[in-house]
C-alpha cells in the first residue's frame, strides 16, 4: 500500500508538472525589479536525480523558520528548493560566501527601520548580491530599483554617480519602500509582490480576483510575478539548510576595513588609483557607485572609501596625489588598459552577472528541461576546460558526478546539464542571413551611446556585461570606443 501510494504521488507530480508547463509556456520580458523569475515554466528535477526532497519535510523546515513573514509551504516552492538543489548548487554556495559582506549591514537597517530580519534573503533573489548588476529593464543595485523609483526614495542618479549601486542607500531606501507597501497593504505576502511588480498591479489583481491575499490573486498577477514571493520561501530554506544538501561555502568574503576621504570639485580616479597605489578594482569594489572613471567639478565635500592599510600614506602624501588627481589630464588608453585588467576582479564581487546569458543568476535562465550530455574526458582535458566549454560551473559539474576532488580520468564519462536559454533557442535557429527577424522577436535589444570619459570597462559595469562579450557583440577588435559611437548592450 505504501508502495501504491508512493507511485500515484509521483503520477500526481508529473500531471502537476506537465499541466503547468502547458500552460504556462511565455516567458519574464523584464528582469529585477522582477527578481529573479526562474521561469514561468516548471520541470521536472528527476532529469538530474532520482532523488527528491521529501514534502513533509520541506514543510516542518519552513514552519521552524516562519517568523514574522509567512513560510506557507507550496508546490511551486518545492520546486524551487530542488531547483536551488540539483540544478544550481553553486548559485547557493555563492550566496553563502557573498552574504557576510552584505548581512550585516541589511539586519543593521532593517532593525533600525523595525523591520522582519529575514527580507535580507530578499535581496539574494534580487540581484545575487551583486551591488553593481543592472536588468535588462534597467533596475539595478543589490535591492534592483528602477530608475524612476530609486529617485523617489533619494537615491541620485546621473551619468557619473548612481546611487541604487550604493550598499548602504540603496537598502536604507529598500526598508522604507518595502515598510510603505506594508502599511498599504498590511500584509507581508502581498507587500513582497507589490516590491516586484509596483502596488498598481497588485490592487488590479485584487479588484479583478475579489481577493486580498496572494494565493488568492496569485492567478491575476502578472506571469513573471506569481513565482517571486515561491522563490523567496526557498531561498530562505536554502540558506539554512543548505549544509543538509551538502552545499556549503568554500571561499566566504567578509568586508575590508576602509577609511573615507572628501573629494572637493573634479577627480579623475584613474590619476588617483595610479598615485595612490589602490588598484582601480578596488576603488570601484568599495565605492560601487562609481559609474564613470572621473567625478565631475560640481561635487562638493563627496565621500569616498578607500582601504585603511592604504590611508596613511594617502594622508602622507595628499598634496601631491590631489594636485594631480584634480588638475592632470588621463590618458583614455591607460584607463582601458588597467580596466580590462580589473575586469575579473569587479566581477568576482558581485557574484553574477544578470545581463550574460551564461549568467549564473537563476533569473535570466529560463527553466526549461535541461539537455542531458555524456562527456568524455580526453587527453589533457580538466574539470575547468570542460565546465567552460559547456558553459557551466565547476561546482555543479562535480556534484552532478559525485566527484569529490576535481581530478578526472582520460576516457571517463560525465554527465554534463546544460540550461538552454530563451536567447539560446534563439541563436540556435537564427542565422547571420536572418539577423532582420530578431525584430520581430519580444527581445528589444538596447543600445548605449559612448559619452565623454566612456571606456569600454565602464560601460561593461554598468550593463553588467564582460569587455569580452561587449567587444564581441559590436565586432570591436581594438579596446577603444569613440564618443558618439552607438553600443549594442543587450
Not at 598634496?319 to 580596466?339: E, F, K, Q
Request: proline share 4%.
Amino acid at each position: 500500500m505504501e508502495i501504491l501510494t508512493h507511485d500515484l504521488r509521483r503520477i500526481f507530480r508529473a500531471v502537476l508538472v506537465a499541466s503547468m508547463f502547458l500552460t504556462q509556456v511565455s516567458v519574464a520580458q523584464k528582469l529585477p525589479n522582477d527578481t529573479i523569475q526562474l521561469a514561468e515554466t516548471t520541470v521536472s528535477f528527476e532529469a538530474i536525480t532520482d532523488s527528491t526532497i521529501s514534502e513533509a519535510l520541506v514543510r516542518e523546515r519552513l514552519a521552524k523558520l516562519q517568523n514574522e513573514i509567512p513560510l506557507r509551504y507550496h508546490a511551486v516552492t518545492h520546486q524551487f528548493v530542488e531547483y536551488f538543489i540539483y540544478r544550481k548548487p553553486h548559485f547557493v554556495k555563492r550566496m553563502l560566501e557573498q552574504m557576510h559582506l552584505y548581512f550585516p549591514l541589511y539586519e543593521k537597517y532593517l532593525a533600525e527601520y523595525d523591520m522582519p530580519r529575514e527580507l535580507k534573503f530578499l535581496s539574494l533573489i534580487e540581484s545575487g548580491l551583486n551591488p553593481r548588476v543592472i536588468s535588462y529593464a534597467g533596475a539595478g543595485g543589490l535591492w534592483q530599483f528602477m530608475p524612476r523609483t530609486g529617485k523617489e526614495f533619494g537615491l541620485y542618479q546621473d551619468d557619473y554617480i548612481d546611487e541604487r549601486f550604493q550598499p548602504a542607500k540603496a537598502t536604507e531606501a529598500a526598508c522604507k519602500y518595502l515598510r510603505q507597501l506594508y502599511r498599504v497593504f498590511g500584509d507581508w505576502e502581498m507587500a513582497l509582490a507589490a516590491y516586484n511588480v509596483g502596488p498598481g498591479n497588485v490592487k488590479r489583481a485584487m479588484r479583478r480576483s475579489g481577493s486580498n491575499t496572494f494565493w488568492g490573486i496569485y492567478n491575476f498577477l502578472p506571469k513573471q510575478t506569481r513565482h517571486y514571493v515561491p522563490q523567496f520561501v526557498a531561498i530562505t530554506y536554502m540558506m539554512h539548510y543548505a549544509s543538509d544538501h551538502s552545499i556549503f561555502a568554500e571561499t566566504p568574503n567578509y568586508p575590508v576595513l576602509t577609511d573615507t576621504i572628501q573629494v572637493n570639485g573634479y577627480f579623475n580616479l584613474h590619476t588617483f588609483a595610479n598615485l595612490s597605489g589602490i588598484p582601480l578594482a578596488e576603488l570601484y569594489q568599495l565605492n560601487p557607485q562609481l559609474i564613470d572613471t572621473q567625478i565631475p567639478p560640481r561635487f562638493k565635500n563627496y565621500v569616498l572609501n578607500v582601504p585603511s592599510h592604504h590611508h596613511e600614506n594617502l594622508m602622507a602624501n595628499r598634496v601631491a596625489i590631489w594636485d594631480s588627481a584634480m588638475r592632470l589630464p588621463y590618458d583614455p588608453s591607460a584607463v582601458l588598459a588597467d580596466a580590462s585588467d580589473s575586469t575579473r576582479a569587479i566581477t568576482k564581487i558581485g557574484g553574477i552577472v544578470a545581463a550574460s546569458d551564461e549568467a549564473d543568476d537563476p533569473e535570466t535562465i529560463i527553466a526549461r528541461k535541461p539537455r542531458k550530455i555524456s562527456h568524455q574526458v580526453r587527453r589533457g582535458e580538466t574539470i575547468a576546460s570542460i565546465a567552460r566549454h559547456y558553459h557551466v560551473d565547476v561546482y555543479d559539474l562535480k556534484k552532478w558526478n559525485k566527484l569529490r576532488s576535481g581530478k578526472v580520468l582520460r576516457n571517463q564519462r560525465l554527465v554534463v546539464y546544460q540550461e538552454i536559454g530563451k536567447r539560446q533557442l534563439l541563436a540556435a535557429k537564427t542565422s547571420d542571413k536572418k539577423q532582420k527577424t530578431l525584430a520581430k522577436t519580444k527581445i528589444k535589444l538596447r543600445y548605449h551611446r559612448v559619452q565623454l570619459g566612456d571606456t569600454l570597462w565602464t560601460i561593461s559595469q554598468r550593463y553588467g556585461l564582460d569587455i569580452a562579450q561587449l567587444k564581441k557583440l559590436n565586432r570591436i577588435k581594438g579596446n577603444t570606443v569613440r564618443k558618439g559611437q552607438r553600443l549594442l548592450v543587450g
